[in-house]
Nanobody, 120 residues
Framework: QVQLVESGGGLVQAGGSLRLSCAASGRTIQFIDMGWFRQAPGKEREFVARIHWSGAPNFYADSVKGRFAISRDNAKNMVYLEMNSLKPEDTAVYYC?????????????WGQGTQVTVSS
């Protein structure tokens, strides 16, 4: 089983940037597609971005396309999410996981997530 620990969240003004990190442990994620999800208050958790185990291609939710960039460092067992031009509607707890299939179902247990708050 893989344990996931997210970090890098915080409070930022609209238009600002943040870089989230996800550290995986327990086994290598080198050959596993990884991704980011988020859950806003009162809403269901939703898919944000996905990266192939090789580093490409990447897929994004329409709401973040052109503003967010997912990347990974397989040597470090890490996954990242660069978030630019942040909007108040990006406020959520962000989680990493391995999305499977067309529904992006999470493969592993959820970590604690990292809170991102965007002020207007």
């Amino acid at each position: 089983q893989v344990q996931l620990v997210e970090s890098g969240g915080g409070l930022v003004q609209a238009g600002g940037s943040l870089r989230l990190s996800c550290a995986a442990s327990g086994r290598t994620i080198q050959f596993i597609d990884m991704g980011w999800f988020r859950q806003a208050p009162g809403k269901e958790r939703e898919f944000v971005a996905r990266i192939h185990w090789s580093g490409a291609p990447n897929f994004y939710a329409d709401s973040v396309k052109g503003r967010f960039a997912i990347s990974r460092d397989n040597a470090k067992n890490m996954v990242y999410l660069e978030m630019n031009s942040l909007k108040p509607e990006d406020t959520a707890v962000y989680y990493c996981n391995s999305p499977e299939g067309p529904s992006n179902a999470p493969r592993f247990s959820w970590g604690q997530g990292t809170q991102v708050t965007v002020s207007s």
